[in-house]
């Protein structure tokens, strides 16, 4: 920043946009206090009263003006997308893109464009829990030294519709029904289900919805999508169609949703919790920008549309081409100024990127500025801090709600004379539209080559693994059946009866609906493991393992295993009956990080049970240590024990899976993510198991092992 740009830079790096923001951080920690007018005030606890026992004055000016301001204190929450949390970073392109696009944040790898992104869920309300089933938003604002780009992706790569003509449609069926507002935060209820079924172009999103991905473990852990088809433009003026990713090096994970229900009471910050606690211990989340990319010869070469909102391409023919990393490194200072007011737009654009006449994408592009006019409160919502450029504006718009700019001299108008006709366009450049050739007639009319709604559907349920197929039967169970209309139901079998034959048979099962008459389905054998979480990165980096200890626990032994935990980037916490210190066996204390009441297996990706006769025998005697276990192993999670440790596992509900004996051998057990050991005292075998175990994310073959899994 520098004084003749003010807060704007001509030279982006990764701290610029942190510098601009300096201009506007205010820190009140040892001040006077104040009215807005900056008077100092010597009382803020009494209003100015006519006797101490009489009535408040009209006089007042301090009262009035901090209730005022406290009147008006929220905003219009977004429509969609209300809940959200927001996060800094800096983007880093690979290689230079120059023979595909001319963004000029895509050229130089050496140079690091400041980003700010912003996670939400889509249907529920500010205040709703993080852990719902719903799609996921994934918007990124890149601060380039072209101005503002946003990325405003999802982290599903389809949409219900393929219009935005029927987006307010979309939204009304699936919040809160108008009547009741119930329910809050959920699809499952009539209006929606109602929707879905005379809409069978939501057949493959719903797929999406119903499957892992909506259950997301981190925002860490999830791929963002642009979904819309978009170009890129090289400076030859050279297009080709691009989808864009977003790809986690944590890998895709999800919660289960019985975990995710519970989060939703226990702790519904999950997920920007977990997000805001993984920054500020340096693991900073990290996503490499992919992009699928199309010769324009080949727009027609596929079985689907390649500007239909609701097809994938899918990874397998048209390749990802990873081209750079996004570091997200800092959390916000304030989360009205910066999260709740970021605005994105997907015509937010730089040279080098343009659209495509895909028909969401089209509607998108006059929904967000729209939008941000009612929730910002008029058209300088640009000039708030989180929002503005870092590189320099000048134009002639002028004036407008909450106008912060002081534009000097007397010239707001082009062409002029009196200023060299100055801000002046820059033909070579500025932004060009792509020249795209245009005709056709004026029809509302959808293009038959959009018509297919079920064919990706079933490329979908194809590509799940088998755990992955039961939790979207599971999910239409619980949808499904919260829908009181039996003919909606009904419908819901015979419309999924178009994607798979058995889908449709094993819906109807748990919803108390006919079968279909005729199994159905597209004749698609085809898969796409891309789309699989089976397929991804398996890391234990940054997961978090409860440890259950009591007092007379084996300190050599838990230290020996903590040590490794925290060696393989793993995070953990100590749960006992009460917090304070607890003391081993030689009298060495360690401090509780939380107790059975302010915590639960479910905040956790694995669970380890240290040694030592007493702790073990303590906790032995309480039902919330072994409720730990067993709902840890239902949820498929990690669990290690070690000598007296694997007691606690003999006595839950667990049973099955075998463990450690007592006989005198060290010999390590390792069987379906239960890793044990008994009569050890190094810790090393155990360590690796276990850390091996916890990368694995979940033991899914509990789930096939018949009576495995408790109740
Ligand atoms: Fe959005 N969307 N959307 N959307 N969207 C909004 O803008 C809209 C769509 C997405 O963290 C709104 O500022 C229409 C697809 C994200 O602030 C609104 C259509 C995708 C966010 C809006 C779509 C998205 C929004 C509400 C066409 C994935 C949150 C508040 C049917 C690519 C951004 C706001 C944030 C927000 C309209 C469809 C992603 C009303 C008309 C497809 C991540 O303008």
Redesign the pocket.
Known sequence: MDKEHGPYSKDINETSKNEQMNYFRMDNNGKTLTTNQALPLSNTDDSLKAGSRGPTLLEDFHFREKITHFDHERIPE????AR?FGVHGYFQVYEPMTEFTKAKFLQDPAKKTPVFV?F?TVVGSRGSADTVRDVR???TKFYTEDGNYDL???NMPV?F?QD?IK?PDVVHAIKPEPHNEIPQATAAHDTFWDFVVNTPETAHMIMWLLSDRAIPRSYRMMEG????TFRFVNAQGKARFVKFHWKPLLGVHSLVWDEAQKLSGKDPDYHRRDIWDAINMGEFPEYELGVQMMDEADEFKFDFDILD?TKIWPEELIPVKKIGKMTLSRNTDNFFAETEQ???HPGHIVPGIDFSNDP?LQ??LF??LD??LI?LGGPNFHEIPVNRPVAPVHNNQRDGYHRMTIDRGRVSYYPNSLQANTPAPDPKNGYVHYHEKVEGQKIRERSESFRDHFRQATLFWNSMSPPEKQHIIDAFHFEVGSVKDKQIKQRVVDMFNNVDGQLAAQIAVGIGANPPAKPGGTGVTATSPAVSQANTIKSARTRKVAILAENGFNFPEITQVTKALTGAGVQYEIISKNLGMITGVDGKQLEVNKNFVTSGSIMYDAVYVTGGRQSVDSLLKQGDALHFINEAFKHAKAIGATNEGVDLLSASQIQGVPTAGADTSAQLVNEMGVVTIKNAADMGHFSQKFIEAISQHRHWIRQSQKGFVPA
Request: aromatic share 18%.
């Open positions: 977004r429509v969609v997308h959200g912003r939400s938003g994934f918007a405003v992706a999802n949409f519709i935005a987006f999508f642009g979904v819309n909102p970021v605005a994105f969401l509607g998108r929904s967000y939008t941000q929730r």
